[in-house]
């Protein structure tokens, strides 16, 4: 499967930006749609309200603010929506027909990221938005490949960190996890060779991917030929459920592996859930490991809790 390039996908996603545009007056709305229209779609309200109730609905990439509006100012939403929405990720514009210098030593306080005087020409507005989107894109997707295994598209470990940190282990949490093993996998790269060994990882993920759903469910390649599962808000019995799915579709799947004597490639998993003698990540880790060993050891193909 080829990739696109990093510049590729940058480039791509430079045309179908989400763009908000906060004016009160018609003419520039209409003016500054036409601008960008290039660079994506443009949703434009009249007044700070409104532009607030659509940042706390869409994931915009790019926001334009008048400094002079109906019910405040540019600056002063540029403010309010770096302390609602903390992060750094939006570019902020504030476009103003006021030459003050002191306004706009005050947009920089407030962290916007570019300051347009008018008049402007429509080429200045275009490329200095298309700049601040490049490098959003840009941060955007290292942070999505930096969590991400690059050969099956599962989650990698750095991703799990992430996770652990939101959903912090507190008693009274629901939290299971399962790891998942290929079994006789060193035969399998022996007998078909390696490249047939990574087909079959992706092919294994891929049903992961199939039988794991939900926002916070993530399938994560540990090691070489080992998943994890983390699982929040979800008991243990359901908790098995899902690996045992995910264990009896890959049987089902049917690759060949004339190396195992199931004839077929298998996993083996163990599953482990927060609480009792697990009330730490590692005390979980090594819970759900130690089922694992014992899922290997009473043949394999197996799921041991
Ligand atoms: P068991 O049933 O006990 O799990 O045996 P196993 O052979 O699967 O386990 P072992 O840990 O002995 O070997 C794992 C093998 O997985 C060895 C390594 O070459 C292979 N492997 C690890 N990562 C990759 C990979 O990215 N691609 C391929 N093709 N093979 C890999
Ligand atoms: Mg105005
Ligand atoms: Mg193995
Ligand atoms: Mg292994």
Not at 50 to 79: I, M, W, Y
Not at 121 to 137: D, E, G, P, S, Y
Not at 169 to 180: N, P, T, Y
Request: aromatic fraction near 6%; include cysteine.
């Amino acid at each position: 499967m080829a990739h696109d390039t990093f510049e590729t996908q940058i480039h791509k996603r430079c045309t179908q930006a989400k763009i908000l545009i906060v004016d009160d007056s018609p003419i520039f709305i209409a003016m500054y749609e036409s601008m960008l229209s290039e660079l994506g779609e443009c949703y434009c309200v009249g007044s700070a309200k409104e532009a607030l109730s659509l940042l706390a609905k869409h994931d915009f990439d790019v926001a334009l603010f008048d400094h002079h509006l109906p019910d405040g100012t540019g600056l002063r939403l540029c403010k309010m929506v770096r302390r609602v929405h903390s992060s750094r990720q939006l570019p902020i514009f504030i476009i103003t027909g006021s030459s003050d210098e002191t306004l706009e030593q005050k947009c920089w306080e407030v962290d916007c990221s570019d300051f347009i005087s008018k008049p402007f020409h429509a080429i200045t507005l275009k490329h200095r938005v298309l700049a601040q989107l490049r490098l959003k894109f840009a941060v955007d997707l290292l942070q999505e490949t930096s969590n991400q295994d690059q050969l099956t598209g599962l989650h990698n470990r750095r991703a799990i960190d992430d996770v652990i940190q939101r959903r912090s282990l507190r008693k009274g949490h629901v939290f299971s996890i399962a790891i998942l093993d290929v079994d006789f996998f060193k035969k399998f790269n022996d007998e078909y060779g390696h490249q047939a060994g990574d087909e079959c990882l992706v092919k294994v993920a891929s049903i992961m991917k199939s039988c794991v759903r939900g926002p916070d469910k993530l399938s994560v390649r540990y090691g070489g030929e080992e998943f994890l599962i983390l699982l929040p808000d979800t008991e243990l019995k359901d908790a098995i459920a899902i690996a045992e799915r995910v264990r009896s579709e890959v049987a089902k799947a049917q690759i060949p592996h004339i190396k195992s004597p199931m004839g077929v490639v298998t996993l083996s998993a163990g599953v482990a859930t927060y609480g009792g003698d697990c009330l730490t990540w590692r005390a979980l880790l090594k819970a759900a490991d130690e089922c694992l060993y014992q899922a290997k050891r009473e043949g394999r193909n197996r799921l041991v809790s």
